[in-house]
């Protein structure tokens, strides 16, 4: 516990070097260099929000405009969007989505950072150990809104912690920051108030001042968080009625935690895992504990962790993604300050030592999936631009595989790079901005209408397969079926003419609506489209 004096101490203390901005900068430029090594980053949910942004671009006449239809209206799930849209107009679609991931994890690592230094200046040799979570569960699933405003709403919070002698400037970024962050992402967003809430909870905890003054700092010093409860009304007014409401399973909370780190190599991620629950136990029995303040952000988001729904109104993982956070400030508030030196330094040489393993197999699975990406993507070419492609993609299940082939949403690539209709593109009411026009079929219009399951997974039987995709497909409505993975058909279905492969992917033209050129058969294009511009 700290009195008020030497909190007031604390915060004239010297701040650990590796806390300084050099230092913070060029650690933050390293975390970002995998993405040197691909076109587009292999973050599951980045090529569907590119899909949307270029529904969004098409110009009125056009195909993509002739299936969906694209309306701008308020949403608690629109930072991504708007900042595809800003990074589009002078860069392109491609480079956008590029940008907007390097963007995303450059503000979720800063916010960590910012965290650690303003909470824990003289105790922060978890820094390493913190910063593991950056490429963690929410930024590989490309969660870009969430990433976003949760690097924002830990740089708020950080900013707020350090203006402890600036109470209105304090005030003034709270009630501009939380609309803000709110409209970037819902869950993102509400990390803030929740950060805020608790830390100044920790200090009243800390110094025990009384109950009338504990009141009234607290009134204080939250009063600015009822702008989180304005925004919502305003969301609630605005927003049409979404569907699906509140759903819990706990089965998803108990896989949060092996997902947490989940990446190329499971012994990897999960022995790492392991290490930094032992670094939080060990540290905390030799004394390298947490004040209250220091501790009861990373617990409030524990908790919330633990009684939060799966999915709300359609947008799913909302509970997963909040433990890598959680564990990130646990480890990176960790006070370390009253453990012997050498032992602090051990454990901070070790966090970057873990950290530089880890980041370097992120960058060879970045690779790897940037060729894959490329093998996969070829089949565009034989894609007609404006066309109608029907997508089915093979997902297997954890025990054939821990490390997934994030292909999840690339058919939706095929509206960025050829103005194509696909199965892919998202449109929860509520939640999204688009809307379809083309409907091929009952469970064709939209995600999550592409996925399949391996053969292994479903038994043939228990979830659907690419062969009971298949026998329900409209390909009468269609001028493609593109299989990711699948391998090709079992039965030959004489409606469908091969006309690309490699692997177990395979491209196929409906021969109902196919003319045959040269032995190739190429899709009549009833509609001319200029196909967007790559990179």
């Not at 920051?177 to 509400?190: E, S």
């Amino acid at each position: 516990m700290h009195s008020r004096e030497a909190m007031a101490l604390e915060g004239d203390a010297v701040t650990l070097p590796w806390l300084r901005a050099p230092w913070l900068l060029a650690a933050i430029a390293v975390l970002c260099l995998p993405y040197l090594l691909v076109t587009i980053p292999p973050l599951i949910d980045l090529p569907g929000h590119l899909g949307a942004a270029a529904i969004e671009a098409a110009e009125p006449g056009g195909a993509l405009r002739q299936y969906w239809h694209w309306e701008w209206a308020y949403s608690l799930n629109m930072g991504g969007e708007v900042l595809m849209k800003l990074l589009a107009d002078k860069l392109g679609l491609v480079a956008a989505g590029w940008w907007s991931a390097v963007i995303a994890t450059a503000l979720f690592a800063a916010g960590c950072v910012a965290a650690i230094r303003a909470v824990n200046p003289r105790g922060g040799y978890g820094l390493g150990w913190a910063l593991l979570f950056v490429f963690s569960y929410p930024l590989l699933m490309g969660f870009i809104n969430y990433v976003l405003a949760t690097g924002l709403a830990l740089l708020v919070f950080a900013a707020w912690v350090t203006w402890r002698d600036r109470p209105v400037t304090r005030t003034v970024l709270l009630l501009l920051a939380q609309p803000v962050l709110l409209t970037c992402h819902a869950v993102g967003g509400a990390l803030l108030p929740l950060l805020v809430g608790a830390y100044a909870l920790g200090a009243i905890l800390d110094e025990r001042p009384g109950w009338r003054v504990a009141v009234r700092r607290l009134a204080r010093e939250c009063w600015p968080l009822l702008a989180t409860l304005a925004t919502m009304a305003l969301w609630k007014l605005a927003a049409p009625v979404g569907k699906g409401g509140l759903q819990w399973f706990a089965t998803q909370k108990l896989l949060a935690f092996p997902f947490a780190l989940r990446d190329q190599s499971q012994a990897l991620d999960i022995a790492t895992l392991v290490a930094c629950g032992v670094l939080l136990v060990a540290g905390a029995i030799i004394g390298a504990r947490w004040s209250w303040r220091q501790g009861l952000p990373a617990l409030a988001l524990a908790v919330l962790f633990a009684i939060a729904p799966g999915a709300i109104d359609g947008s799913a993982l909302i509970d997963v993604r909040l433990l890598p956070v959680a564990i990130m400030l646990a480890l990176g508030l960790q006070d370390w300050s009253r453990v012997s030196l050498p032992v602090a330094r051990g454990v901070a040489l070790a966090g970057v030592a873990l950290l530089s393993v880890r980041l370097a197999a992120t960058a060879h699975g970045f690779a790897a999936y940037d060729a894959d990406y490329k093998t996969q993507l070829a089949a565009l070419d034989r894609v007609q631009p404006g066309a109608k492609v029907l997508a089915l993609v093979e997902h297997s299940c954890l025990r054939e595989s821990w490390r997934t082939s994030r292909t999840d949403h690339l058919p939706s690539l095929a509206s960025v790079y050829r103005g194509a209709w696909t199965n892919d593109n998202w449109a929860v009411p509520g939640l999204h901005m688009l809307k379809p026009k083309f409907r091929p079929g009952p469970g064709y219009s939209a995600d999550p209408s592409t996925f399949v399951w391996s053969p292994g997974c479903s038994g043939g039987t228990l979830l659907r397969g690419v062969e009971q995709a298949m026998r329900r497909a409209p390909l009468e409505k269609v001028d493609y079926v593109w299989l990711i993975g699948t391998g090709e058909l079992k039965k030959d279905d004489q409606r469908l003419a091969e006309v690309w492969r490699s692997g177990r992917s395979v491209l196929y033209a409906v021969k109902a609506r196919t003319n045959v050129l040269g032995g190739q058969a190429m899709a009549k294009s009833t509609v001319k489209v200029r196909a967007p511009t790559k990179g």
